[in-house]
């Protein structure tokens, strides 16, 4: 089994950054892929970005691409989704979750085994 908690979610103004974390406990982050997702109510959940076990791939949402950055340390067992550049449309809730050694079809969000509980990210206009 795989714990993770999210954190670094709050209120930014558009234009602004904010990091959030994906910390795992139970075991070691190093044989999972980790993705963000997002979820706006009423709406499925998006993918956001991942980043590959062996922590050479990694992909985005086009939404996302240029502005937020994926990145791991296992030695800390957490992934980081640094977002800059922020607008109005990031509003939502976002998760992490994790994946057993995947490689492929790593923005389907159904390849995922363990989710967090949801980090708020706010931007005002």
């Known amino acids: 089994q795989v714990q993770l908690v999210e954190s670094g979610g709050g209120l930014v103004q558009a234009g602004g950054s904010l990091r959030l974390s994906c910390v795992a406990s139970g075991r070691s982050l190093s044989s999972y892929t980790i993705g963000w997702f997002r979820q706006a109510p009423g709406k499925e959940r998006e993918f956001v970005a991942t980043?590959?076990?062996?922590?050479?791939?990694?992909y985005y949402a086009d939404f996302v691409k240029g502005r937020f950055i994926i990145a791991r340390d296992n030695a800390k067992n957490t992934v980081y989704l640094q977002m800059n550049s922020m607008a109005p449309e990031d509003t939502t809730i976002y998760y992490c979750?994790?994946?057993?050694?995947?490689?492929?079809?790593?923005?389907?969000?159904?390849?995922?085994?363990?989710w967090g509980q949801g980090t708020q990210v706010t931007v005002s206009s």
């Open positions: 979750a994790a994946a057993y050694q995947v490689m492929i079809s790593v923005r389907n969000r159904t390849r995922y085994d363990y």
């Open positions: 980043i590959v076990w062996t922590g050479v791939g990694t």
